[in-house]
């Protein structure tokens, strides 16, 4: 019996699609749409376009994804399995492809492929094409993963992570790392090999901090967090970005200012707001209750995840959920946390209110995943 498998739950009795999560996921994109809107009506107004033109094109995404989401649900996420090395080949291909003349430059990186009017950023794809890869790697050794096991795993992540800090995307770098270890963590990784990860992980920090291998802007914005005090120049811009995020979260107050009626977020006071910011449009527009409700709601997401991965019939399934709730429930974290200022600043989105393409069609082919294993395992998808 393995580290999220109670007797209760390692029944097969069968399963339903879990439709709370599924309404769970829509309420959300749809609460970050209204969000959107908010956050960039003004400045679009300013710049003589509809103040729709963002929302309008995140509903298309949002769309795409409720559809791949439901589509994905009704698959047997076993058959996955047969793809799973087929599609970490092409997501590492795709990598190499966007640092090339085909890859499409912008604001200091080159992570995107632009196709006309909508940018793909396969970054945010390959890391679910590693949650498949590890997860199917790791069914398929039922007996337990030895050290050399572990070594081609760190390698296979390791060479994804490389590709991705060169364009440079330290965000997803590090999710997709925790991701790692938390799924080699319940797939039974032994205790001294885990601790030889744990060691060599920070060993690893220190190595990427200390030995020039971050560029200067790169650790002063991981840093910048910690000193927002400063009186640096080299720290200003970024301690202003988080100064400014925490000031439109405060003026919400206990009730808010309204949907459409906040000062800060209507005058564009917040930089990319409607992106890595969109919490500030919450925290100003809803305030203190509105915010924890969408905390909350986004908190039910990952519970009912972590239920999937927790009743899921076998290691594959489990795996998979297990990857998902990960990477889910860290996203919130690390994007909430550092609009608030307790964590730094890495560029991650909020799961379904964060506008960019990529970012909601990776989160609602995510739950897809989960909601594919539970409609598979053991016991039934209530409340």
């Not at 092409?90 to 990598?95: K, S």
């Not at 019939?313 to 996203?331: E, M, N, P, Q």
Request: with cysteine.
């Amino acid at each position: 019996m393995t580290l999220l498998q109670s007797p209760r739950t390692a029944r097969s009795t069968g399963g339903s699609t879990d439709w709370w999560l599924v309404l769970a996921c829509i309420g959300a994109s749809l609460i970050g749409m209204v969000m959107i809107y908010t956050a960039t009506r003004t400045g679009l107004a300013v710049n003589g376009l509809a103040g729709t033109y963002f929302v309008k094109r995140q509903a298309i995404f949002v769309f795409m994804g409720i559809v791949a989401m439901l589509i994905l649900t009704m698959l047997d996420y076993r058959i996955f399995e047969q793809f799973a090395t087929a599609t970490y080949i092409v997501m590492v291909g795709m990598l190499l492809m966007v640092l090339s003349p085909f890859g499409s430059h912008a604001l200091g990186a080159q992570r995107w492929f632009s196709l006309g009017f909508v940018q793909i950023q396969p970054s945010e794809f390959a890391l679910l094409a590693l949650i498949l890869a590890v997860a199917t790697y790791c069914s398929r050794r039922p007996e337990g993963l030895s050290l050399r096991d572990v070594s081609r795993l760190l390698l296979m992540a390791g060479f994804m992570m490389v590709l991705i800090l060169v364009q440079p995307d330290l965000g997803t770098s590090i999710i997709m790392g925790i991701t790692l270890l938390v799924m080699l963590t319940v797939a039974g990784l032994p205790g001294r090999i885990l601790t030889l990860l744990l060691l060599g992980t920070v060993l690893l920090g220190i190595v990427v901090f200390a030995g020039g291998i971050l560029s200067h802007y790169q650790i002063l914005r991981i840093t910048s967090f910690l000193h927002q005090d400063s009186s640096s120049p080299g720290l200003a811009q970024y301690i202003y970005n988080v100064n400014q995020a925490k000031t439109a979260i405060g003026a919400g107050g206990l009730f808010g200012t309204g949907i459409g009626h906040g000062g800060l977020t209507n005058l564009g006071y917040v930089p990319e707001q409607q992106t890595d910011f969109i919490f500030t449009a919450v925290g100003e527009q809803l305030g203190f209750i509105g915010s924890a409700a969408v905390l909350a709601l986004l908190g039910f997401i990952s519970w009912r995840v972590l239920r999937i991965a927790m009743q899921a019939k076998d290691i594959l399934g489990r795996l998979i959920a297990i990857g998902v709730f990960t990477f889910f429930t860290f996203s919130v974290f690390q994007n909430a946390g550092m609009t608030m200022g307790i964590m730094p600043v890495t560029g991650i989105p909020l799961p379904f209110f964060s506008y960019g393409g990529s970012s909601a069609l990776v989160f609602f082919i995510a739950i897809g995943l989960a909601l594919s294993v539970g409609a598979r395992r053991g016991g039934v998808a209530g409340p």
